[in-house]
């Protein structure tokens, strides 16, 4: 067996396309992602007890479980719940709902983090719960939670590849599939891994990009 | 309406749990002068501060603000009745607040700090709002930091910002919770001067303090609280002077290492 990257070039056009699923996913994911762990942190800290019991569980079940059982039980066990979905479809739906359960405890460490007495000033010169939370919790949220915000955005990358068992035609799907058809499995898992690696190393250094615009917004001293 | 006190406290109790921090406080603030609270830590000075800018709900009690009721109208029967949200925003808009810990907005300059309520509660256009807080922040000496974010200001400057901040609103009344407790001795002072200046203005001003030095010298009524009791209210010399009270003398003993002693 010889490491043969004339295979991977002559079919680097499938490639491509698959990889433009997985980006498309991935970045679609986590964007769907951030706004509903958003809805369900604001739900759970504004709501009433039962809600936040409520949407407690759901997050704690999506955490407690594996990816790939999610995504399994979505695609084939919807059917018998009425819920026929195309795979990519499924794929997305399930990243969402997995984000979102993960992003919403980001969130929540944000809320808890904010400094107290930044809310009530802004109280005392008359803003009102929903201006406080636009202008001033979510600007300092998005400051205190970059970091982990873009570490979590990094595995939601990595989790598309799951999405491969529900046959998602994404990178990880096309890739294995030539490896199968041309036992070229090293060749393309080779390839497999320096593509997720650059679309990480990018994605971190966007976000340290932004942590050093953010630099000075950071807490000051008292 | 000359004799209606800016703020008047009436039997104000306020508990945490089982603890009563506030005992049926009885307080005046009369307009255009400086009323000084203070007290041993867990007094409940700071809480009778917080009380009347409403980050804290009392359970017993009134408090006005102008002849106002502020959250809570008495009844006939001397029972509490909840106001409605919009009467206690137009009442507590009178009130400016500085805090102890500044509490500055860290994402936004100096400049954007001071502007922000006129922008988003009053409606200013920006332009409008940035040059009033302008000016705001050139009384307090701070014009030429107004493009600073809080992390690149000094704890008295930014103390000076949050002044600006609560004034740029047109207050009547201004309460400060020790408002120079958090600050390195050197900067204390560039945030009395501005308090100092604001005083000779003619500015209603109720401040919770350990400057015994300032209450002293600026306070036209000194207040002494403990727990959650008032103890001693008077001006400067009959509260300081001698003879004192037994729980003043106690609580200037222990201010004597600290220089304020001097000036007594």
């Given amino acids: 067996m010889t490491f043969d990257l004339d295979l991977i070039i002559s079919f680097l056009p499938d490639i491509v396309r698959a990889l433009g699923v997985t980006i498309l996913l991935w970045i679609a994911g986590s964007i769907l992602g951030i706004i509903l762990g958003f809805v369900i942190a604001v739900l759970r800290r504004y709501g009433s007890r039962t809600v936040d019991l409520a949407l407690l569980a759901p997050v704690e079940l999506i955490r407690g479980t594996p990816f790939l059982v999610q995504v399994f039980l979505l695609y084939y066990g919807g059917p018998f719940i009425g819920l026929s979905l195309d795979s990519i479809t499924a794929g997305l739906l399930g990243l969402t709902i997995y984000g979102a359960a993960y992003y919403s405890e980001l969130w929540r460490s944000g809320f808890i983090a904010i400094p107290k007495g930044h809310i009530e000033a802004a109280q005392c010169v008359g803003l009102n719960r929903r201006q406080t939370l636009r202008r001033i919790i979510l600007p300092e949220m998005t400051m205190l939670l970059l970091p982990s915000m873009v570490n979590m955005t990094i595995l939601m990358l990595k989790e598309t590849a799951i999405l491969s068992i529900i046959s998602v035609p994404e990178l990880t799907l096309a890739v294995s599939a030539l490896g199968t058809k041309y036992y070229a499995f090293v060749e393309g898992f080779a390839i497999l891994a320096l593509v997720y690696w650059a679309l990480v190393e990018a994605c971190s250094a966007m976000g340290r990009y932004a942590e050093s615009r953010l630099s000075k917004y950071r807490f000051a001293a008292t | 309406m000359t004799d209606t006190p800016a703020i008047k406290v009436e039997k104000l109790v306020k508990r945490f749990g089982k603890n009563t921090v506030l005992d049926g406080i009885d307080l005046i603030v009369p307009r255009g002068q400086v009323t000084c609270l203070i007290g041993p830590s867990g007094s409940g000075k700071s809480t009778l501060l917080r009380c009347i800018a409403l980050l804290e709900e009392a359970n017993e009690g009134f408090i006005e603000i102008d002849g106002e009721p502020l959250g809570f109208s008495s009844g006939d029967f001397g029972e509490r009745n909840r106001l409605p949200a919009a009467q206690t925003r137009k009442v507590r808009s009178r009130i400016g607040m500085v805090f102890q810990q500044f509490n500055l907005w860290p994402h936004m300059t100096a400049l954007g700090n001071v502007a922000e309520a006129l922008v ?39 103390q000076r910002v949050a002044i600006a901040r609560a004034l740029a609103l047109d207050p009547g009344i201004m309460l400060f919770d020790e408002p120079t407790s958090s600050l390195d001795p050197e900067l204390t002072g560039e945030v009395l001067n501005v308090m100092r200046d604001l005083a000779q203005s003619g500015m209603t001003m109720l401040v919770v303090t350990h400057e015994i030095g300032f209450a002293a010298s600026v306070g036209s009524k000194i207040v002494f609280l403990d727990h959650g009791k008032k103890i001693v209210e008077g001006k400067p010399d009959e509260v300081f002077g001698k003879p004192r009270h037994e729980r003043i003398e106690q609580f200037l003993d222990t201010y004597l290492d600290r220089g304020a002693a001097t000036l007594l």
Avoid at chain 2, 142 to 153: K, Q
């Fill in chain 2, 120 to 158: 988003t509660v009053r409606g200013m256009a920006r332009k409008d709002a940035e040059e009033r807080a302008m000016a705001q922040l050139s009384n307090v000496g701070l014009r030429e930091r107004a493009g600073h974010y809080p992390s690149e200001l000094s704890g008295g400057q930014q």
